[in-house]
């Protein structure tokens, strides 16, 4: 259950003319945390939407796990061991917390519908299996005082921590986290920051990171690839990165007053 | 307010134990046992069989629109692919037992829902619910144009065969009463059981987000050909036992889109997603016109204007459904569900 490692390579993918990724190589290791950083509209969301077949890129082709793909299979994704978060929370709210959790089990049942109405010994067995590991993650990720709640009374930092666990519960091999500390406060952050950590340390998974605060990319990532207009800048360590001119002039550098990167970056 | 609701629902929504059939199956037992006591044959009649049928019909459709989020304007089609379907394999089926008929009935119109609801793969909401609409003229059409679903008979109007179950005659109101509780009992534990487990979770899933559902691996168009599917055999079941039980006799022409608005709006009043609601809706929408018809005519006397009544009637239920959606969206289950736990506290 190790992480995988994936390479997009040539990646290209436009919206009605509009180029949202150029020819985006990106070559992410095995047990990586490798950050995507750019300003908004860069194309971060759109190259995790390709790994995840959401989106056909029109050009470029995936490597995973030693498997040669033009495309992704969306269905097919939690079978690979891929699982992700969304930049936009995408719960199902009409749940509770652990339901939703036990949905990241989904690929792994092998009881029918009918098996599950007679409460066939595989059925019973798979659904008391589902509910024990998505109570023992959600204990993992202090969700325990909501577990039972409906997802959508939960607030903004707690319900993307129930993605989190949601993506973790079938032990993938690649998690594609789309801004995951997006909207939280400090305290919030510093408590993903060592949820992620631990689940890396904990399984070895591959994570992708789109993050926007740079103290946070700074700390987490292992590698960080730097986008911008739909073209890869940069790739390196965050010491490289940091002293990448490119960079600086592209992202870091331009004034960013409204988000406080430079201050962070300098610190 | 709502959240309240929604977290309630998906607190009931846990691990389900045999225990939460503890409240069912008492009601089933006072519905089973006590009630048919009552010497009336009116109750059972005209009250508690439609009741039934359309309780059951009522389910189907909140298993598809209310679980799967597929909204559709077609149940009254399928109630009438079920009615004819039921008629027509009893008759050229010599000494087919009831049951499986009514089965069959059910298999039918599942087939019917798997074809007309190939749209939904495509299509959703508003787009979805057009689509349906289609399903509904076209089965009256065909329905009523093709003379051999009704064994050519030119009268329009014909009856089922005298219903039997084993060598047990069901030809009191009584007895047609307690068939439909049975095999509403039946099919209703059989939803409970379903929408509790994994592939419950599914159809709360592709409705709340398809997305979502198809990156963790639910088969997202399986699932809604398998929740068209089911829900078009509960609701081709209720047509056959509306046409067989209820009006005895078997024409197309009650199974309108007017009927269709009636078994959606049963759920919205009901509860959404909510397996007793689909019952409380039902006894709502369908009981309550007859009490009031019955009020108007001891209130008024017997020489009564019915069209008048009829009209009044229509207002006063079209005024409580606006009340309804703006004070309660979730549905007398969930008013229900609030006074229990109310109770439960005190
Ligand atoms: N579904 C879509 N339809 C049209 N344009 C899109 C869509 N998704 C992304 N884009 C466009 O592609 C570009 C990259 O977007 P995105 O990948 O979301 O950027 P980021 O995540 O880096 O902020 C933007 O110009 C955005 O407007
Ligand atoms: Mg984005």
Known sequence: MAGAAIRLSGVTLSFGGILALKGVDLDI????????????????????????????PEAGSIDFDGQHLSRMETGRLAKLGITRTFQNIVLFKGMSVTQN?????THKTRSTPWGQIIGSARARREEAHAYEIARAILAR???????DRAVNTLSYGAQKRVELARALIAGPRLLLLDEPMAGMTAGEKVRMIAFIREAQAHSGVTVILIEHDMGVVMELSDRITVLDHGKRIAQGTPSEIQVNPDVIDAYLGVAHADDGDDAVLAA | MSSAILERQANSQGLPGLKSFRGPFLVLLVFAVVIPQVHSDYLFDAILTPFLAISLAALGLNLLTG????????????????AFAGYNFLLRIPGLPLLAGLAFAGLTAAVIGIVFGLPSLRLRGFYLAVSTLATQFFVQWALTNISWFSNDDTSGVISPPPLHLGGFALDSPVRRYLLCLGVVAVLTF??????????????????????????LGVKVLRTKLFIFAVSSFYIGVAGALWSFAYLRTIEPDGFDLDRSFQILFVIIIGGLASIRGAFLGAAFIVVLPLLLSRAGAILLGPGFDSGLVDLVQKIFLGALIILFLRLEPAGLSALVGRLRIRRNAT
């Open chain 2, 190 to 215: 059989l939803a409970m059981r379903l929408v509790s487990g994994q592939t419950g979770r599914a159809l709360i899933a592709v409705r709340d987000s398809e997305l979502g559902a198809r990156v």
């Open chain 2, 67 to 82: 679980y799967a989020g597929q909204v559709s304007l077609g149940s009254a089609a399928f109630m009438a692919v079920g």
């Open chain 1, 141 to 147: 990720l202090d969700l325990t005082q909501v577990q």
């Open chain 1, 101 to 105: 959790v036990m949905m990241g089990l």
């Open chain 1, 29 to 56: 290791h095995a047990g990586d945390i490798h950050a995507i950083i750019g300003p908004n509209g860069a194309g971060k969301s759109s190259l995790v939407n390709i790994i995840c077949g959401i989106y056909r």
